[in-house]
């Protein structure tokens, strides 16, 4: 089951910030989040796994709310390099299959 | 170090023909991972090898297949190629597997099918 991003779409200004949820009908066991640029391979930014772990990369964070089974990503004081499409990976409980499972991505537009 | 280099980077077919895509991941790593991309639906699992040995397959018809090598290098064949095949095919490759930990993007094969 292909998790939920939300929004599809965000346009900031510099120095703006932003959140990207991404939402799944499944128990999961981890979620990973990964940028990808126009024209690029896809990059990795950090993994939370169950337990509610709130990770960090630059001015990027994270948090994974089990009872949910929701992961934010948070943007904070945006630069224009932050431009591109974000995507979220899930794994379902149970553990590891060796398989992500990855939502439909949230491009994220960041202004002058 | 090398990143994750795939080919051909570009590629026009017809319906009906067949296709194989190359990859060759990073050193050391022994997982490779295959996604389809295409703008509506974002990156789909194809399927995932280690060890020259298949661990999981998404849910893609028997025309998607794919094998793994001694040196970690991975193959996929697409046959019978139909118009909706056409799409962006991305191979990431990690050490333990994908959910273990960070999966290297290469920057993909694009198939266009007329």
């Known amino acids: 089951q292909q998790p939920v991003q939300s929004p599809q779409a965000v346009i900031l200004r510099e120095g703006e910030d932003a959140v990207i949820n991404c939402s799944s009908s499944k128990a999961l066991y981890s979620v990973h989040w990964y940028r990808q640029k126009h024209g690029e391979a896809p990059v990795f930014l950090m993994i939370?796994?169950?337990?509610?772990e709130q990770k960090g990369h630059e001015k990027i964070s994270a948090s994974f709310n089990e009872k949910k089974q929701q992961s934010s990503l948070y943007l904070t004081a945006s630069q224009l390099s932050y431009s591109g499409t974000y995507f979220c990976?899930?794994?379902?409980?149970?553990?590891?299959?060796?398989?992500?499972?990855f939502g439909k991505g949230t491009l994220l537009t960041v202004n002058p | 170090k090398a990143g994750v280099t795939q080919t051909p980077r570009y590629l026009i077919k017809t319906r009906g023909q067949q296709v194989t895509l190359s990859c060759s991941p990073i050193s050391g790593h022994r997982s490779v991972s295959w996604y389809q991309q295409t703008p509506g639906q974002g990156l789909q699992f194809l399927f995932e090898y280690f060890s020259e040995t298949q661990r999981n397959k998404g849910n893609f018809p028997g025309r998607f297949s794919g094998r793994q090598f001694s040196n970690s290098r991975s193959e996929m064949n697409v046959s019978t190629l139909e118009l909706g095949d056409s799409a962006l095919y991305l191979c990431?490759?990690?050490?333990?597997?994908?959910?273990?930990?960070?999966?290297?993007f290469g920057e993909g094969s694009r198939l266009t099918v007329l």
């Open positions: 990431a490759s990690s050490t333990q597997g994908a959910g273990t930990g960070e999966l290297f």
């Open positions: 990976g899930t794994e379902r409980s149970g553990g590891s299959n060796y398989k992500l499972t």
């Open positions: 939370l796994l169950k337990g509610g």
